[in-house]
């Protein structure tokens, strides 16, 4: 059974991944004509599952709570999305994507406390460090101390950070309210935006994370090893789902 439920692997990832004339070429010299009728079931379901795949209807490799994510960020932030993806020329696959990497779809996100963001924002401040990110000591003096571990927080579906708030010259209110995917979008456009015109999604995703490129040799640098591989799996996902829903 075991060997069944890996030939079955193999053959619909081989028809997802390689020519249709190919594969039945393949199939052939696999199966002997005895169970030739394995194979055309195979082959049968390995269609399938490529025609569900490409019209958003399976996600390949999701678990049932996965998928109820994606539903739920389609359902939570559609209108949204596609409003934001429009003004900002930013694609709204990479969006939904980045919704499902940060809030898992939810509508009522926490904000999340990054103590050693704060520690670096207090050191600034105080001016035992020269900056962080370009601010300086300056743009920090107004802010009281309790301001100062809010604009250490991240906020939104986006988790966009508070401090960002400096660079987008808006309040931090903003960031913690209805205008906080606005704003998001708007820092995503102009942080690396020429990234995302490019289609370079994996670089994009790392920035998002880690305010860095993905490394040209050796591992992730975002605090989720996965983080990246699994942004560019939910963004094949939500534009095989978006192409449809627009056809």
């Known amino acids: 059974m075991a060997k069944y439920f890996k030939l079955l692997k193999y053959a619909i990832i081989g028809l997802i991944k390689l020519p249709f004339k190919i594969v039945i070429r393949l199939l052939k010299i696999i ?27 399976l996600y390949l490799g999701s678990s049932s709570q996965e998928r109820i994510a994606i539903n739920s960020t389609l359902a939570n932030y559609k209108e949204d999305v596609l409003f934001l993806s429009k003004k900002f020329d930013v694609p709204s696959s990479y969006l939904f994507a980045l919704i499902m990497l940060e809030a898992s779809g939810r509508k009522k996100v926490p904000s999340r406390y990054e103590k050693h963001i704060y520690e670096k924002l207090r050191k600034v401040k105080n001016g035992s460090m020269k900056s962080f990110e370009n601010i300086k000591t300056k743009d920090l003096q107004k802010f009281s101390d309790k301001t100062i571990k809010k604009l250490a927080c991240s906020y939104g579906p986006f988790q966009i950070m508070g401090y960002k708030s400096i660079f987008l010259k808006t309040s931090l209110s903003d960031l913690e309210g209805d205008k906080n995917m606005y704003y998001a979008v708007k820092w995503i456009k102009l942080t690396y935006g020429k990234y995302l015109d490019n289609k370079n999604y ?38 095989n789902m978006i192409k449809v829903k627009t056809q």
Not at 44 to 56: D, N, P, R, T
Not at 210 to 232: A, I
């Open 31 to 57: 199966f002997n004509k005895k169970v030739i009728i394995t194979s055309v079931l195979l082959l049968a379901l390995g269609v399938l599952v490529k025609f569900l795949y490409s019209k958003g209807k």
């Open 202 to 239: 994996k670089d994009a995703f790392h920035i998002h994370n880690s305010g860095r490129r993905h490394p040209k040799f050796g591992r992730s640098r975002t605090h989720d090893p996965n983080y990246v591989t699994n942004g560019l799996r939910y963004e094949r996902i939500f534009r």
